[in-house]
Nanobody
């Protein structure tokens, strides 16, 4: 069974930091190249936060540049999102995603525009 399993969410105060992790299991190396993180804030649709593939970082949301970093481990099976200087507006459910090609922006939550979605992890930032 193909799965993306996220961990590392939680509650922090503004200015704090969190590191999200996502491990892909049940995949072969041909099943995906791109990985990334979408998020859904309360009352909003999903938005792509950051994405990476075998060529490097392919996307960073403007509002998180300089605060969030996306990276992968050497096996490319785990993707991380390191978040610092968190703001209340970063509060959302964060979804790990993977795709056979590059992870595209603009997909609705769980849309087939992105091949694989995790179940999500909650990040809450209080002021």
């Amino acid at each position: 069974e193909v799965q993306l399993v996220e961990s590392g969410g939680g509650s922090v105060q503004a200015g704090g930091s969190l590191k999200l992790s996502c491990t892909a299991s049940g995949f072969t190396s041909k099943d995906y190249d791109g990985m990334g993180w979408y998020r859904q804030a309360p009352g909003n649709e999903c938005e792509l936060v950051a994405a990476i593939d075998s060529g490097g970082i392919t996307y960073m949301l403007d509002s998180v540049k300089g605060r969030f970093t996306i990276s992968q481990d050497n096996t490319k099976s785990t993707v991380y999102l390191h978040m610092i200087s968190l703001k209340p507006e970063d509060t959302a459910v964060y979804y790990c995603v993977a795709d056979r090609q590059v992870v595209v922006a603009g997909a609705l939550c769980f849309s087939s525009l992105v091949d694989y979605w995790g179940q999500g992890t909650q990040v809450t930032v209080s002021s």
